[in-house]
């Protein structure tokens, strides 16, 4: 039983339990549009969180700041910034009643009580994770207005 908790907190805490999510929302017709705009969202957040912000900044090996350019700051949660994006996501497409099972997730996430990062990190990454689950709200609208047969 304990291992099974530790795998179930492992999910959460990386936020890996989103792109499975995401899939099979994906799989399912009649919640494709919100399982792409979740993928969308998502696909935006790795890029720009793990891909470019991360690579800006170098952690000081004696303090563990992170360094930018001098400055110190705080990186954003990534496990916050996915909840958030597939929340806001999931809450945008109207037609997916998953968002609450999303939220439930998303304050587990937040609440977590995760001591290795400091407030700043998880307000950081839930406006982050907002920002991108709008974004790919409206990728794929805007898709799904140009082809209708798309999805």
């Not at 303090?63 to 350019?69: F, H, N, Q, S």
């Not at 705080?74 to 009643?97: I, Q």
Request: net charge neutral.
């Amino acid at each position: 039983m304990n291992g099974f908790i530790h795998f179930g907190l492992f999910l959460i805490d990386y936020g890996i339990i989103w792109i499975p999510l995401a899939c099979a929302l994906t799989a399912i017709p009649e919640t494709r549009k919100s399982g792409m705009m979740m993928l969308v969202g998502l696909g935006l957040d790795v890029l720009f969180c793990d891909g470019i912000l991360k690579h800006l900044a170098v952690q000081d090996l004696y303090t563990g700041a992170w360094l930018w350019m001098g400055i110190r700051f705080r990186l954003p949660s990534g496990s916050a910034a996915a909840a958030f994006t597939a929340l806001t996501a999931l809450c945008f497409s109207r037609e997916s009643r998953f968002w609450k099972a999303a939220l439930a997730i998303a304050c587990i996430i937040v609440f977590s009580g995760n001591h290795a990062l400091s407030p700043t990190d998880i307000e950081g990454g839930m406006a982050i994770g907002a920002v991108f689950g709008y974004v790919g709200y409206k990728m794929v609208e805007v898709i799904c207005s140009q082809n209708q047969k798309l999805f």
